[in-house]
């Protein structure tokens, strides 16, 4: 079955160290999107692909990086400048940026000790 | 500018009767409109969606969802709640806006399911 395969499921990092979030889909979808979700506040948009070699920020992009060189692939970087780390991350996909079904891993749960 | 209101943080019902999740919108433009489930330490998954068809929209699990432009409203329905329903639910609007193609999720509401 196609899907989202996101790994680690939990993840812990210490202060001042990078991690990186890892995002495979199967779907053959084009574009590709990082979500933050903090309780009570929904979900906050990190980054976004709509093609490979290609990313835009969205609202809360300082503090992260990503890279998008295969279409499968887009793995997330939680850096040091990130000073509120702690959360829950989930990848998603669709066909094309503005085809409205958006297909979720299953997430990961960072946290900094 | 778009915006999404889910009017309650946490509903509680019991089993076996109606389950009400509200759903507020604001757009410029015609707005498609969804409903997400997510249960705990998952993603979410896709309930239903309205992009501009009938305006009541049938989706999985017995839950449908009724588009009122007049009342900017697009609220989540259920006859019947189940155990397994509790979880929570995600309102999301999509669409173009003045700062380009935007989607915009509500707070969320958390569904209680009492036996």
């Known amino acids: 079955d196609g899907g989202i395969t996101q790994s680690p499921k939990y993840l812990f990092r210490k202060e001042g160290q990078n991690v990186t979030l890892s995002c495979e889909q199967n779907?053959?979808?084009?574009?590709m999107y990082w979500y933050r979700q903090d309780p009570g506040q929904g979900l906050r948009l990190i980054y976004y692909s709509q093609i490979v070699n290609d990313f835009q920020k969205g609202d809360i992009a300082e503090g992260y990086s990503v890279s998008r060189e295969k279409k499968e692939s887009f793995p997330l970087t939680v850096t040091s400048a990130q000073k509120n780390p702690t959360a829950f991350y989930l990848c998603?996909?669709?066909?094309?940026?503005?085809?409205?079904?958006?297909?979720f891993g299953s997430g990961t749960r960072l946290t900094v000790v | 500018a778009q915006s999404v209101t889910q009017l309650d943080s946490h509903v509680s019902v019991s089993e076996g009767t109606p389950v009400l999740l509200r759903c507020n919108y604001s757009?410029?433009?015609?707005?498609?409109l969804f409903w997400y489930v997510q249960h705990p330490n998952k993603g979410l998954q896709l309930l239903l969606k309205y992009t501009s068809a009938a305006t009541l929209v049938k989706g999985i699990n017995g839950f449908e969802a009724e588009f009122k432009k007049s009342e900017t409203s697009f609220h989540l329905t259920k006859p019947s709640a189940h155990m397994s329903d509790a979880a929570e639910y995600f309102c999301?609007?999509?669409?173009?806006?003045?700062?380009?193609?935007?989607?915009?999720f509500g707070a969320g509401t958390r569904l209680f399911v009492k036996a």
């Open positions: 998603a996909s669709t066909r094309g940026l503005g085809d409205y079904g958006y297909t």
């Open positions: 757009s410029s433009y015609s707005p498609s």
């Open positions: 779907l053959n979808h084009d574009a």
């Open positions: 999301v609007v999509s669409g173009s806006d003045t700062g380009g193609f935007k989607t915009i």
